[in-house]
C-alpha cells in the first residue's frame, strides 16, 4: 500500500478489531517519540481501548510537562500480556526502540503498525505508515489523526505539537515545512501552547547543564576539509558536573547556529558505547548517509550512531579507545 490514505484506514480497521494496543516509544525517548506515544494513548483510550505505553528509559525531566505522562512506563511485565495491535512510533528498527528482544516475550498473534519519518526506516511492520517528507513522527501522527476526522482536544493537540516543535528545533531547521506550519496551526487553534513547548523543551537550561555545555564550547573543532565542526563529552564531564545524560539533549541541535559549519557532530560515551548526532541545516546534505556508514541511520538532517569504545580527554583534545 502506497497510498497514505489507503495505509490510515488499514490501522483504522485493526485498532477497530483490537481490545488491548500497546504503543512502543524508542529507548532515550525525546519529544517526538513520546508526544506521539501519549497522543495516540489519549485517543484510543477515549475509544474505550485498552493500552499500554511503554519506553525502555523514563521521560527526561524536561518532558514530565507533557499531559499523561505518567501513562508511559518502563515495567517490562507489560510484555506478558496479550496485544492484538502493537505500535512502534518514531523507531528506524526495533533495535533502536530497544524492544526487539522483549517483544519475542509476546506470544499471540498480533498486527505490528510502524510509523516513523526516518528515511532509513526499513519498513519493518505489518502495516508501515513512513512519511519521510513529515518532519516528525508526531506530524504523520496528526495527517493519520485527521484522515480519521477525530474530536481533537488539548491534550492531544499538545502531546502532538511537542513533537512537530522539537524535532524541527522551534522550527529553525529544515525540517519545517508548510506541512508541519500548518499542523502546528491546527493544534494551536486546538489547544496546544507552543509557547511553553518552546520553553520547556527548547530554550530553558539549568545552571549545571550550562556548566557542561561550556565543556562542549570549549573543545569545539573544525574540520575545514569537510566543513564539519565536532565536539565531546566523557563520561567524566557528567560525573564531574553531576548531571543526567539529559542535560546535552539540545547541544546538538544549538551547534547547527555555527556560521562556520555546514555539518556539525556532538559525541558522548555511555555503557561503553561511543554515540554520536549528526545535524545538518544544507539543503544538498544528507546526514543519515554518513551515520549509515558508521552504523546508525535517521533522517537527512539529523541522524544518530554509535560504537564500542570510550572517548579520551587530552588537554580538551579527543582521543578514541
Not at 52 to 64: G, H, I, Q, V
Not at 293 to 311: D, M, Q, R
Request: glycine share 6%; net charge positive; charged share 20%.
Amino acid at each position: 500500500m502506497n497510498n497514505h490514505k489507503n495505509i490510515s484506514n488499514a490501522i483504522k480497521e485493526e485498532i477497530n478489531k483490537a481490545q488491548n494496543i500497546l504503543l512502543l516509544s524508542h529507548k532515550k525517548p525525546d519529544g517526538d517519540t513520546s508526544g506521539s506515544n501519549l497522543a495516540l494513548h489519549v485517543y484510543l483510550k477515549g475509544l474505550g481501548k485498552k493500552v499500554t505505553s511503554f519506553c525502555l528509559d523514563e521521560l527526561p525531566a524536561y518532558l514530565k510537562f507533557l499531559p499523561k505522562n505518567n501513562l508511559i512506563t518502563n515495567d517490562h511485565l507489560v510484555f506478558t500480556n496479550k496485544y492484538e495491535v502493537v505500535i512502534v512510533l518514531d523507531s528506524g528498527s526495533l533495535e533502536y526502540a530497544g524492544v526487539a528482544n522483549l517483544l519475542t516475550s509476546l506470544v499471540n498473534k498480533y498486527t505490528l503498525i510502524n510509523i516513523d519519518h526516518h528515511a532509513t526506516n526499513p519498513l519493518y511492520g505489518d502495516i508501515n505508515l513512513v512519511i519521510t517528507s513529515a518532519s516528525s513522527t508526531c506530524e504523520v501522527v496528526f495527517r493519520l489523526l485527521k484522515d480519521w476526522q477525530i474530536d481533537w482536544n488539548k491534550e492531544i493537540a499538545t502531546c502532538l505539537a511537542c513533537g512537530i516543535i522539537t524535532d524541527t528545533g522551534g522550527f529553525l531547521n529544515p525540517a519545517t515545512n508548510y506541512q508541519s506550519l500548518t499542523a502546528a496551526s491546527k493544534l494551536l487553534d486546538k489547544g496546544a501552547n507552543i509557547s511553553k513547548i518552546v520553553q520547556m523543551t527548547l530554550t530553558k537550561n539549568n545552571l549545571l547543564d550550562l556548566k557542561i555545555w561550556g565543556k562542549a564550547f570549549k573543545r569545539l573543532t573544525k574540520l575545514n576539509k569537510y566543513d564539519l565542526v565536532y565536539t565531546f563529552l566523557t563520561n567524566e564531564d557528567y560525573l564531574e558536573c553531576g548531571v543526567s545524560r539529559t542535560a546535552a539533549d539540545n547541544l546538538v541541535n544549538f551547534l547547527q547556529l555555527l556560521k562556520e559549519a555546514r555539518i556539525v557532530l556532538l559525541l558522548t560515551e555511555e555503557n561503553g558505547l561511543i554515540k554520536g548526532s549528526f545535524r545538518t541545516t544544507e539543503k544538498n546534505i544528507n546526514v543519515a548517509e554518513l551515520a549509515k556508514l558508521l552504523g546508525g541511520g535517521g533522517h537527512k538532517k539529523a541522524a544518530a550512531f554509535s560504537f564500542p569504545g570510550k572517548l579520551i580527554n587530552k588537554d580538551n583534545k579527543l582521543k578514541i579507545e
